[in-house]
């Protein structure tokens, strides 16, 4: 697995990921804005974005999905209880931020469940189903390491005050999370990359969980 970390984008200065292959065939982990720059850095790595997985169905994380789709062709994947975010400004929440400029995405959309193992050539993405932030929110899994989206931060975690947020669901996310075997590293969807152990010890919000 080869990782590149991109820009934080969007006005939510918002984290993404492009995960590669062997035959450098990438996988874009959530796709917040911009699609030229997501696009002008994969052809600069020399990878072709074969899929996008979605941590979830905010505005900050799928603003450019509908520009990466009609640019590449590629395949969007989300979890059923977000899909419907993809195409209603309510949901996504760009009426509740009041923001402009952002795309619904209407198109085919490949959902999955904790079950589902995702993979593209020789990656496999475990999906962990963390519920809190919204009530699709998930974390991917791909070796050591962890795409926590907006679940986990950095001492820190996600909001659960907007709408479909859930404090007692993130609290329950968080502790299944915690008690994944290993030290995984972590690159969340804000801030800065962490550790699973780091977060164990020192996040108030999973101390004592």
């Known amino acids: 697995m080869k990782l590149f970390c991109l820009k934080p984008l969007s006005i939510c200065d918002t984290n993404s990921y492009l995960v590669a292959s062997d035959k450098n065939n990438a996988v874009l982990i959530d796709a917040p804005a911009d ?7 994969a052809q600069l790595f020399g990878l072709t974005i074969k899929k ?3 941590t979830h169905g905010h505005f900050d994380h799928v603003g450019a999905v509908a520009d990466l789709v009609d640019k590449t062709g590629c395949e969007v994947y989300i979890s059923e209880k977000d899909r419907p975010k993809l195409s209603d400004e309510n949901g996504m929440l760009v009426n509740h931020f009041m923001v402009r400029g952002y795309r619904k995405y209407t198109g085919d ?11 593209l050539d020789e990656l496999e993405f475990d999906v962990v189903e963390t519920p809190g932030h919204t ?3 998930v974390c991917f899994i791909c070796g050591d390491t962890m795409f926590s989206g907006d679940t986990l931060f ?3 975690c996600g909001r659960t005050d907007m709408p479909d947020g859930d404090w007692e669901a993130m609290k329950a996310s968080l502790k299944k999370i915690s008690e994944l075997g290993g030290d995984l590293k972590v690159y969340p969807g804000h801030m800065q990359s962490t550790t699973l152990e780091t977060e164990r010890r020192l996040n108030q919000y999973m101390i004592g969980l």
Not at 35 to 41: K, S, V
Not at 109 to 119: A, G, K, S
């Open 35 to 41: 699609a030229d720059y997501i696009l002008e850095q």
């Open 52 to 54: 996008i997985f979605l």
């Open 109 to 119: 959309v490949i959902t999955f469940t904790e079950d589902d193992i995702l993979t």
């Open 154 to 156: 950095a001492r820190s």
């Open 135 to 137: 009530s699709g929110s």
